[in-house]
């Protein structure tokens, strides 16, 4: 019960911090983007679009998750080892980008 347990976490944590983190990234570079907009008069769908970035790092969180949960010969703490440091990584790089 354990494993299965520890398994499924890991299954879930790259999706689930990918989405914190790109919430953070976008929410950082949509305030910066408000500052820009301010500044600008036009071309602000290229602003947009900019901010909008760090929610790509959600399509990499549920692209690992798909791939952790079709690895059947991970035991559950080598799948939560494996989710729970990608997905760190993913969500630091989400919040890196909206800061960039």
């Not at 879930?12 to 600008?40: E, F, K, N, V």
């Not at 990499?60 to 440091?85: C, D, E, H, T």
Request: charged content about 10%; some cysteine.
């Amino acid at each position: 019960m354990t494993a299965e347990l520890l398994k499924w976490l890991g299954i879930i944590a790259p999706m689930a911090l990918g989405a914190t983190g790109s919430a953070i990234g976008c929410m950082t570079a949509g305030s910066s983007l408000a500052g820009a907009m301010t500044r600008t008069k036009e071309k602000h769908g290229a602003l947009i679009a900019m901010s909008a970035a760090p929610s790509s790092q959600t399509i990499y969180g549920l692209v690992l998750m798909m791939m952790l949960k079709g690895a059947a010969k991970l035991s559950g703490p080598q799948a939560l080892a494996i989710g729970v440091l990608c997905g760190v990584a993913i969500m630091i790089s989400a919040i890196m980008q909206g800061k960039c």
